[in-house]
């Protein structure tokens, strides 16, 4: 498979080129991404579907389609119940290790596999783990005091998950520092033109995420009709069950829709951190200028990827 063509990641962006360039990476790598995405960050989510549907075969179903569990359940039900709240809680930070760990093998001169992503994934867990829980406990601070704090912390910090691939600090305070350091002018003085841009892109990509998730709503309003219909006409315990299938299927693909809009801001997170690092450091125009005159096109990996 040949490697999709690179973009030029470090360079100045306007919010139009930070978006329009998030959907070109999608696009080029589309089908890898989403490889790695369903191994890594999709895979819990369908063994808990089928956890729920083996817990469902065993309960009793009676003619109304209501589920008697007996006491002999309950366990189960509660093990399902923390694993459902701990995949809430880790999916987040799975699917940026996910999608960050690809974006930094795609800026270096290796060839692409699914098991250099998972090691890279998997080393930066508990980095990005530390991360979250910090800034979940500074966001939670600010929002004690008052709603504007809570947004401008927010807002503020919110490329922090993306430095540990590109800026690595040696300190959890340095990726705090870091991220206010973006956001400063040469005289290392808050500039508040930078935060304005980056409160315009996060908006502008919520809408975005909104009508994809509007869209998966819609299909949700559809299959809740059919599942009605089908719970009219049949009361049988297989009919009952099939319908439990296809509830935990459905919930399973909106799930994994989830991550696709989680991963469309994660990269627009992304392409405007390398737009603010340039701004300070030049990072792209000293090696536009090093490498003038040579190719800057690298050479097509035509190797197939390991999948």
């Known amino acids: 498979m040949k490697r999709p063509p690179q973009l030029e990641l470090y360079r100045i962006r306007e919010i139009y080129e930070v978006i329009n360039d998030t959907f070109a990476f999608l696009r080029q790598h589309f089908n890898r991404l989403s490889y790695c995405l369903l191994l890594f960050a999709g895979s819990p989510v369908l063994l808990l579907v089928l956890a729920e549907m083996a817990l469902y075969s065993r309960v009793d179903v009676t003619g109304l389609g209501l589920h008697s569990f007996t006491q002999a359940d309950t366990p189960a039900q509660l093990l399902l119940a923390v694993l459902l709240m701990l995949v809430a809680l880790l999916e987040p930070v799975l699917v940026a290790a996910t999608v960050y760990q690809y974006l930094w093998m795609t800026t270096q001169s290796i060839s692409f596999s699914v098991e250099a992503v998972g090691r890279g994934v998997w080393q930066k867990m508990p980095l ?27 807002i503020s910090y919110a490329m922090i998950l993306v430095m540990p691939f590109f800026s690595p600090q040696p300190t959890l305070w340095g990726y705090f520092q870091f991220s206010t350091y973006l956001l400063s002018n040469k005289s290392a003085t808050f500039e508040p033109a930078k935060w304005v841009k980056l409160f315009i892109l996060l908006f502008t990509i919520f809408i975005i995420s909104f009508l994809f998730s509007y869209l998966l709503q819609v299909f949700a309003f559809l299959a809740r009709v059919f599942i009605l219909m089908f719970d009219v006409s049949n009361t049988t315990r297989s009919a009952n069950y099939s319908n439990q299938i296809f509830w935990s299927i459905y919930r399973a693909l909106l799930f994994l829709g989830g991550i696709w809009v989680s991963a469309i801001t994660l990269l627009a997170l992304a392409f405007q951190y390398f737009s603010f690092v340039e701004q300070k450091k030049a990072i792209g125009l000293l090696w536009r200028i090093e490498n003038l005159g040579k190719s800057t096109i690298f050479e097509e990996d035509e190797e197939e990827a390991t999948y």
């Open 128 to 154: 990005l783990l530390a991360l979250t829980v910090a800034y979940g406990i500074g966001l939670l601070l600010s929002a004690l005091c008052l709603l504007l704090p809570a947004v401008f912390f927010s």
